[in-house]
């Protein structure tokens, strides 16, 4: 099998970590990464979700555990994980590359890629090139700057031509962002996005009784629809649809508060 990069954990290394608020995470982080050095994949994946469990929310450990996880062979998981790192580190060129070298091993490659036409790929481009909290930081300054200048008029009881124009731009500015800022917390917060981790069959209804529709495999991303009890609907867009046991897919979701 391939190898994928193994990439460097964060943090201090157990000794220096000792005694310190975090020095749990940071010490399984490090070994972890020493595990993952030495061969030990098994190990370097039990570390790091360890680490995860108590609450490590870091671009570089959603990074090396799927690393870890491409190694095992767990595609589905390495491709949460990726997925999860570039949301909190969207123009990372080894989280990039490494969720591709990932999808071109998929056997439903074919219906995760997505072709757009040229410019909205260009403008989706710049769009994901920022997180969104980068994006509600740059709109909640664009509304201060906004604020600033009306205030500025007000006091100095003009508004000239210049003043005018540079209110309208800086409006024009907080309407875009307000735009992209949405439809980021929509994709990220509302879409519930997940990735299939075992080859299953995709039912008509929420039961094992249920006639299968087709099949999916390891590593394929979709959105969750609907839960219900045990069993989540899933969409891939247009007529492909259907239910699987919540099981056999994993949610992209971060944490709150991130």
């Known amino acids: 099998a391939a190898v994928v990069g193994a990439g460097i954990l964060a943090g201090s290394t157990g000794a ?5 608020p975090g020095a749990a995470p940071l010490r399984l982080l490090a070994e972890g990464n020493q595990a993952y050095t030495a061969g030990d994949v098994e190990g370097a994946l ?3 979700l360890q680490a995860r469990a108590l609450g490590v929310n870091d671009p570089v450990l959603h990074f090396n555990l799927g690393n870890a996880q491409a190694r ?9 994980s990726y997925l999860r790192a570039q949301r909190l580190s969207p123009r990372d060129d080894d989280i990039k590359g490494n969720l ?3 999808r071109r091993n998929l056997k439903d490659l074919e219906l995760t890629e997505d072709e757009l036409p040229l410019f909205i790929a260009q403008a989706a481009s710049v769009v994901g090139a920022f997180t969104l909290d980068q994006w509600g930081s740059g709109l909640v300054l664009a509304v201060w700057i906004a604020a600033g200048l ?3 008029a007000w006091w100095r009881e003009n508004y000239g031509v210049q003043l005018r124009r540079l209110l309208l731009g800086v409006t024009a500015l907080v309407a875009v962002l307000v735009v992209i800022t949405a439809g980021r917390w929509y994709q990220e917060m509302v879409i519930d996005q997940a990735v299939v981790t075992a080859e299953v069959d995709v039912r008509s209804g929420p039961a094992d009784n249920f006639p299968v ?8 991303t979709v959105a969750i629809e609907e839960r219900r009890g045990d069993w989540v609907r899933i969409g891939m867009g ?6 699987l046991p919540v099981s056999t ?7 709150q508060g991130r």
Do not use: M, N
């Open 238 to 243: 247009g007529d492909w649809e259907g239910w």
């Open 16 to 20: 220096d970590a000792e005694g310190r």
């Open 100 to 102: 591709g070298w990932v």
């Open 249 to 255: 897919v994993e949610s992209v979701r971060l944490p």
């Open 46 to 48: 039990d570390l790091a």
């Open 213 to 220: 529709q087709f099949k999916v495999h390891d590593g394929l």
């Open 72 to 80: 095992a062979g767990r595609l589905g998981e390495a491709v949460a």
């Open 150 to 152: 009306l205030a500025w």
